[in-house]
């Protein structure tokens, strides 16, 4: 017997527990691309999937929709793979482990992929089905959605013949989403200038930020939560303004738009200076736990003993990346003064790693104003020219641009009335402050008409994360009526 499999509707959730055996972190996509691909072919259906692993299933109409205008349905394969503290889990091979827990359904110790796994799982029932009315299918399932939407920007959109899509990749019942910002992502390496550790300095520490609780960097940026790269800049910095440190192995966050919940470096001290860096560490995690008591009450900065690194940022470069870091913009930037209550535009910074050269931090920049996201990246830009020391900004991926709210969309109405129908209640028609790929797929197929359909998801991008059963219930039986309305 299954996890799930006394739960409803099992036609939704079977696909769901399928996807969380294969194993599917972005950019590693290939396993779960074949296996959508078997799938499809055994049900004699067309199937491809490109070079970046998405994939494209074709199924004709039936049941009277047979000669209706195509529908494109779209989902993203990857997930975000996030653990708790003292997990282990290895996201390449593993199996997730499914826990059911009332009406949550979560994974133990690491986050789910129901975004968007629940999404693909109702495309996944709308082609396997016999006895739903629907127009011709085209289901496009993207990669690397969750690092910088690379997949489906290079997606060949001149193989869709349909002009109106239902997305899946949604996060709450209560709302037909209508429009949505665009993204940039970036990054920031600074040089190490790289040394030997001086011989005056014997002692070695592992400075950690752990406990956060993280999150995704669009539908939890305003909760003022602590970020971890942040947080540990700032511990480098106290630091540093006192005593002769040098740095080694920064590393922090899991992808550029999850909010890090944990960061570490490795500090090389003089013996002479080890109390007082303890001390300052320690006024600062009092100081941490009474600023985050609300937002991020788990927050802790540590010290443990380490085994000495090979080399060193030099005594200028480690100064420079720990005051770079903290002069990032993060958080929100600006709020949307045509949309009440919806965030405008934010920044999210998600790594940071070492490298060849020294650190590199991976940023993601989210607004509904193409124009906004660039002036931002400009004040990073010059940021980095002032910090001098060979620090660069460059562009990652794409440039991802805003869905475009259209009131007199005829597949929202179609979507409104069957919500009506089905839920007995009026849906919200929402615009919303995330980053999806709606914009990329409305600017490259001309006169396309967008909704997207979602399902009750927490804490995204988190080991924390889950999905309600009874909201897959709830949502099945509309996805089922809104494609059998599409004449």
């Not at 099992?10 to 194993?23: A, D, G, K, Q």
């Not at 239902?166 to 600074?190: P, Q, R």
């Amino acid at each position: 017997m299954t996890v799930l499999e006394s739960l409803q509707p099992r036609e939704v959730l079977s696909f769901f527990e399928t996807l969380t055996r294969i194993p599917r972190g972005s950019g590693n996509e290939k396993q779960v691309a074949d296996w959508v691909v078997d799938f499809a072919r055994q049900r004699g259906l067309e199937a491809e999937q490109d070079e970046m692993h998405c994939v494209l299933v074709r199924k004709p109409g039936q049941l009277g929709l047979e000669d209706a205008p195509p529908l494109i349905l779209h989902g993203h394969l990857d997930m975000v793979c996030e653990k708790d503290e003292g997990v282990t889990h290895d996201f390449e091979n593993d199996p997730l482990r499914l826990v059911v827990d009332g009406e949550y359904i979560t994974a133990d110790g690491t986050s789910l992929g129901a975004d968007n796994g629940i999404g693909v799982s109702y495309i996944l029932a709308l082609l396997d089905s016999d006895d739903i009315p629907h127009p011709p299918l085209e289901a496009v399932l993207t990669a690397m959605e969750e690092k910088g939407k690379v997949g489906a920007a290079q997606f060949d959109t001149s193989r869709l013949t349909g002009r109106r899509m239902i997305d899946f990749n949604w996060i709450t019942d209560e709302e037909i989403l209508a429009g949505c910002s665009g993204d940039i992502t970036f990054t920031v390496d600074v040089p190490a200038e790289w040394e030997p550790v001086p011989d005056t300095h014997t002692e070695t520490r592992l400075l950690k930020v752990r406990g956060l609780a993280g999150g995704h960097c669009e539908f939890d940026i305003h909760l003022e939560r602590a970020n971890a790269v942040l947080v540990l800049a700032r511990a480098l910095n106290a630091i540093l303004a006192r005593h002769d440190v040098r740095i080694g192995d920064p590393h922090g966050g899991a992808q550029n738009n999850a909010i890090p919940a944990d960061a570490q470096v490795v500090l090389a001290l003089r013996p002479e200076d080890v109390d007082g860096v303890e001390a300052i560490v320690a006024e600062l995690a009092e100081a941490l736990r009474n600023e985050y008591q609300k937002a991020d009450p788990g927050i802790r900065l540590e010290l443990d003993a380490a085994d000495a690194p090979e080399k060193v940022f030099s005594a200028d470069a480690g100064a420079r990346f720990a005051r770079l870091t903290a002069l990032v913009p993060n958080g929100v930037l600006s709020w949307n003064l045509l949309v009440p209550g919806v965030v405008e535009s934010s920044n999210n910074l998600g790594t940071v790693r070492t490298t060849a050269e020294g650190a590199r931090l991976m940023s993601t920049i989210t607004a509904a104003v193409t124009s906004r996201k660039h002036e931002i990246l400009d004040r990073v830009r010059a940021l980095a020219a002032l910090a001098g020391g060979g620090v660069s900004v460059e562009e990652y991926g794409l440039d991802a641009p805003e869905f475009p709210y259209k009131p007199d969309s005829a597949l929202l109405a179609t979507a409104a009335q069957a919500y009506r129908d089905v839920v007995g209640e009026e849906p919200e028609v929402h615009v919303s402050q995330c980053s999806l790929e709606l914009g990329m797929f409305s600017q490259k197929v001309p006169g396309l008409d967008t909704i997207s359909i979602g399902t009750e998801l927490h804490d995204l991008h988190s080991p924390k994360e889950s999905v309600n059963h009874t909201s897959v219930a709830k949502v099945w039986p509309l996805v089922r009526e809104v494609v059998s309305r599409l004449n």
